[in-house]
Each structure stands twice: as structure tokens, then as C-alpha cells.
Nanobody, 116 residues
Framework: EVQLVESGGGLVQAGGSLRLSCVASGFRFEDYYIGWFRQAPGKERDGVSCISPSEGRIYYTDSVKGRFTISRDNAKNTVYLQMNSLKPEDTAVYYC?????????WGQGTQVTVSS
């Protein structure tokens, strides 16, 4: 059974930092691209960043380039998202998942709220 457990969100002032974590189980984590996604109120869920199995390829959406850093630890089945210089427009629920997403399952996500 696939499980994705996100954590690390919170309330932070603009310019602050947060580090998100996602622990995965139920599939061969080390074989897959893993992505971070976010969904702001009233908007669709969008991709934020993605990392290849060996960390050789990393992608960021334009709005977070230079501010966010994705990484992974295959030994711990964990993916991270270091978020610096946070902006109010980064406010959303953040999720991790295999990318592209091959199933209907999503974890509970972690709320990130950035105050101005």
C-alpha cells in the first residue's frame, strides 16, 4: 500500500524559511522521479519541483527557482524541499508524489502559510 507522509509546514513571515519532508512507502522509492506539488485555495494542484532517482536531474517551476531546493535520501525513502525567501504567494498545501503521478493516491499534505 502506497503511503506518502508530508511534514514541516507552518506559518512563517515573508522572507522566512521552511524545510518540508516527505516519507514514502509501499513502492520502490529509489526507482522513481519524485515531485513536490502545491495547491493554493481555489486553484488547481501544480508541480513545484521534481528530482530524478539519482539526483542527477532536478527541475523547478520558474516561480521558485533560486529560492527552493529539492533533495532526496533514498536510504530513508524521504524527499525534502528547502524553501527560502518565502513569499505570500507560496501559501498552499504542499504534497509529494511520484512524478508523473501514476495513481489516484495523495497524502494529506502539509500547510504552508506565508504572512506579509
Amino acid at each position: 500500500e502506497v503511503q506518502l507522509v508530508e511534514s514541516g509546514g507552518g506559518l512563517v513571515q515573508a522572507g522566512g524559511s521552511l524545510r518540508l519532508s516527505c516519507v514514502a512507502s509501499g513502492f520502490r522509492f529509489e526507482d522513481y522521479y519524485i515531485g513536490w506539488f502545491r495547491q493554493a485555495p481555489g486553484k488547481e494542484r501544480d508541480g513545484v519541483s521534481c528530482i530524478s532517482p539519482s539526483e542527477g536531474r532536478i527541475y523547478y517551476t520558474d516561480s521558485v527557482k533560486g529560492r527552493f531546493t529539492i533533495s532526496r535520501d533514498n536510504a530513508k525513502n524521504t524527499v525534502y524541499l528547502q524553501m527560502n525567501s518565502l513569499k505570500p504567494e507560496d501559501t498552499a498545501v504542499y504534497y509529494c508524489n511520484v512524478d508523473p503521478v501514476p495513481w489516484d493516491y495523495w497524502g494529506q499534505g502539509t500547510q504552508v502559510t506565508v504572512s506579509s
